[in-house]
């Protein structure tokens, strides 16, 4: 069977779309060069900030985000994966615009908490305020019985803190320790795991941080992509 060809929507932001790539190269199973597989990637940082636009502070990222998913549609890519949690606002638009798949993120990771944690009612989330804002996991966890628990205004703040004055800005240390307190704090609230839900703060926050559970999406849609580029599993479906 002929191997597909993953395309990266990056540059949201460009350390979140290495990462994603670094990872499809260590979840690939190659001995050789010629064993990896092949990957397109359009790092775009020109792409607007997703969080001002969603909370109206900002121009809409989606006609950007567009250009580049037809970028790579044009470069030859079989299906689409973007690195940013936030830009999943923009999902159904953007998926409508191309002839390939893009595929969900959200979905994937919901899916992943049901099959992994099945008894788990309770998930925090770690994300940008415009992510809380939208809910966007509300819908994709309730369909498994699974109700998100988002930080308080203040905690919120460090989180945003943390992902655009920090990580961002390649501060990995200082972000981290931010990122590891506001974990705790929606721990003490009730979550029973904790979703890294913005690629930033996957970017610091591993299992065993914290005391319960680390979901790191971004991992999972490297696991997925893989899988899927060589034939191991369906292209999934939203």
């Known amino acids: 069977m002929k191997e597909k060809v993953i395309g990266i929507l990056g540059g949201m932001g ?5 990462d994603l790539f670094n990872r499809i190269i260590r979840e690939t199973p190659a001995k050789k060069d010629q064993d990896h597989l ?3 990637i359009d790092n775009n940082p020109k792409i607007p900030d997703r969080t001002t636009a969603i909370l109206g502070e900002g121009v809409s990222p989606l006609p950007e985000m567009v250009k580049t998913a037809k970028n790579l549609e044009k ?5 689409i994966i973007m690195p940013c949690i936030t830009a999943h606002y923009y999902y159904k638009e953007l998926s409508k615009s191309v002839k390939i ?3 969900n993120m959200i979905e994937l990771t919901a899916q992943n908490i049901n099959k992994i944690f099945p008894k788990a009612k309770n998930a925090g989330l770690l994300g940008t305020t415009g992510t809380v804002k939208s809910k966007l996991f509300d819908k994709s966890l309730g369909k498994f ?3 998100m628990i988002y930080p308080l205004e203040a905690f919120q703040r460090k989180v945003t803190k943390a992902i655009y004055d920090y990580i961002k800005a390649g501060k990995i240390l200082e972000g981290k320790k931010i990122v590891v307190d506001v974990a705790n704090h929606l721990i003490e609230l009730g979550a029973e795991v904790i979703i890294c839900g913005c690629t930033e703060t996957s970017l610091v926050l591993k299992n065993g941080d914290v ?3 680390v979901v790191d999406p971004v991992q999972i849609l490297a696991q997925t992509a893989v899988k899927v580029a ?3 599993m369906p292209i999934p479906r939203v």
């Open 101 to 103: 798949p893009v595929l």
């Open 14 to 18: 460009p350390e979140a779309t290495a």
């Open 75 to 79: 470069a030859g890519a079989d299906f």
């Open 211 to 213: 005391t319960k559970p």
């Open 145 to 147: 019985g699974v109700e």
């Open 230 to 232: 060589l034939g191991r």
């Open 38 to 40: 092949r990957v397109i």
